[in-house]
């Protein structure tokens, strides 16, 4: 790792002095570094928006988003073998909250995220599995359920990627998915610490679920409900401008815009056809789903601006665990450790 970099890194963590301040951090070191827990979120959700300002959101549009963020790189951070489990827990836990999510774009790269998380990790360590909470298992179950019963291709892939990550033993069902303490005087001294971020969590989970974006992609049944109409519609405006009356009606139509008298069925129909009464009625489906893909471009293009603004490499004036030149910047290491900029997949 060259010098600045490494001074970067150094800058990056802390000291953690007291036990109210490791409610909300995570140890990277042995020495008590640590590293805020909102730098995982953070660079968790840049991930996910970079991932839903791509076109196709399958697999192939989230490997191009983990290359160019470098996301392997985080593997960098946490060195402790001790630290690991928990260090990869912020982010399995930042990923999972996601879940909560309106919009069907977000929720694919959550299964893809977690996929990416687990098997990037460095063989140097056992790799930590996903802790997964009886409610977010429910609706990861779930999700995956309506996910793999879809007929959209790119959420059956990211079902089928799901259940290999479960084949593989990659989650471990649990009633807490926070890794605390052993030392029962530091849980009671920190209760007031995750009492608050539990608290805050329920917030976030309440926004995701209110995420303008789930509104504009017309999610589940309403969108399907809505498009099933308007296909209806369209046969129905079709057969009606095929009858005969329907040309008796455009033949006065014409008569009395033109003067002339056309006599031609096929003439008249195709005529009546051109009229804004055969306007394409799914394309107000589609204009919604066209709003939902701009909105997650300026997503991405609004936090790319702010990094770019922040020469410091932090994300509004919080720790991030990326590098901030740009979102192709290689960070070296003089570690062993193998990382690569895409996981190892089995």
Request: net charge positive.
């Given at each position: ?301 609004e936090i790319h601006e702010r990094m770019n603004r922040d020469k410091s490499g932090r994300l509004d004036s919080r720790t991030r665990l990326l590098p ?23």
């Open positions: 790792m060259t010098e600045a970099k490494s001074t970067k890194r150094q800058r990056d963590t802390k000291i953690c002095e007291n036990l109210y301040q490791a409610g909300d951090y995570f140890r990277v070191h042995r020495r008590h570094r640590v590293l805020p827990r909102h730098a995982a979120e953070d660079d968790l959700s840049f991930l996910l928006t970079t991932f839903a300002s791509y076109p196709r959101h399958d697999m192939k549009d989230f490997l191009e988003a983990w290359k160019a963020l470098d996301f392997g790189q985080i593997h960098t951070v946490c060195t402790d073998s001790e630290s690991r489990p928990k260090f990869m827990q912020a982010f399995y836990d930042a990923a999972l909250a996601y879940l909560w999510s309106g919009s069907t774009v977000i929720r694919i790269g959550v299964f893809y995220a977690l996929y990416f998380l687990y098997y990037s990790q460095p063989l140097t360590w056992p790799r930590a599995p996903i802790r997964v909470e009886p409610d977010t298992w429910k609706l990861l179950i779930s999700t995956c359920a309506d996910f793999a019963k879809s007929k959209d291709a790119f959420t059956v892939k990211a079902a089928a990627f799901l259940l290999r990550l479960r084949k593989d033993n990659g989650f471990v069902y649990t009633l807490q998915s926070q890794i605390e303490t052993t030392n029962h005087l530091e849980r009671m001294e920190m209760e007031s610490v995750y009492t608050i971020r539990k608290r805050l969590q329920e917030f976030e989970k309440e926004r995701l679920t209110l995420d303008p974006t789930s509104v504009a992609y017309m999610e589940g049944k309403g969108r399907k409900k809505l498009r099933s109409t308007a296909d209806a519609y369209e046969q129905a405006k079709r057969a009606s401008c095929s009858g005969p009356q329907a040309t008796r009606a455009m033949q006065d139509l014409l008569y009395n815009m033109t003067g002339t008298r056309e006599t031609k069925p096929e003439r008249l129909t195709g005529a009546l056809m051109n009229t804004t009464l055969m306007a394409d009625e799914a394309a107000f489906v589609n204009t919604l789903q066209r709003m939902e893909a701009e909105h997650w471009r300026e997503r991405f293009r901030s030149e740009s979102p192709t910047t290689t960070i070296s290491t003089a570690s062993r450790i193998d990382v690569t900029q895409s996981p190892r997949l089995p």
